[in-house]
T-cell receptor, first 117, second 117 residues
């Protein structure tokens, strides 16, 4: 079955440590996204990528970094510069290619919950 | 910029009650509108969508109509079940004027629905 796989499901970070969250999709989608979800709030966009080797900052990119070396993979690194990293992180993809299509839905993974030790 | 406002929750209903979750939006151009559902510990799933004014999206007994005149996309269900207990998110995907579109989703803060037997 096609879908989006996020790993690990739970992750713990020590102070001053960088951690990387994995996101893999086998839907052959061009566009991928990372969101952060905090209790009582909607999802906020961290980074997005329309195509391989290209990505753009979202609304809350500070303290995060990404890469898009392969179409199916879009890992997110939470750096030590992110002072409040405890949250639920969701990865998504959509079929959009170089030309965005606003009516295409996004497909989500099951998320990674990051906590601070 | 684009924004989505949902009615505040949590919403608690008895089984077979009628459900309405209000959603209003602010956007330039001609956005597409979505409702997503999130079950505990999981990612988001697309529930329904509408891509132009007066379109009605429907799925699993849920319905929402794209009302451009009132900038609204309220979610309704005639008879809720315990299994409908989840968090519901309204979202829009911006579309600029002149035929360009962007695909980025802007989410409301989510509404928690609890249905009791």
């Amino acid at each position: 079955d096609g879908g989006i796989t996020q790993s690990p499901k739970y992750l713990f970070r020590k102070e001053g440590q960088n951690v990387t969250l994995s996101c893999e999709q086998n839907l052959n989608h061009d566009a991928m996204y990372w969101y952060r979800q905090d209790p009582g709030q909607g999802l906020r966009l961290i980074y997005y990528s329309q195509i391989v080797n290209d990505f753009q900052k979202g609304d809350i990119a500070e303290g995060y970094s990404v890469s898009r070396e392969k179409k199916e993979s879009f890992p997110l690194t939470v750096t030590s510069a992110q002072k409040n990293p405890t949250a639920f992180y969701l990865c998504a993809s959509s079929i959009d290619g170089q030309r965005w299509s606003s009516n295409q839905p996004q497909h989500f993974g099951d998320g990674t919950r990051l906590s601070i030790l | 910029g684009d924004s989505v406002t949902q009615m505040e929750g949590p919403v608690t209903l008895s089984e077979e009650a009628f459900l309405t979750i209000n959603c209003t939006y602010t956007a330039t151009g001609y956005p597409s509108l979505f409702w997503y559902v999130q079950y505990p510990g999981e990612g988001l799933q697309l529930l329904l969508k509408a891509t132009k004014a007066d379109d009605k999206g429907s799925n699993k007994g849920f319905e929402a109509t794209y009302r451009k005149e009132t900038t609204s996309f309220h979610l309704e269900k005639g008879s809720v079940q315990v299994s409908d207990s989840a968090v519901y998110f309204c979202a829009l995907s911006g579309a600029g004027a002149g035929g360009t579109s962007y695909g980025k989703l802007t989410f409301g803060q989510g509404t928690i629905l609890t249905v009791h037997p």
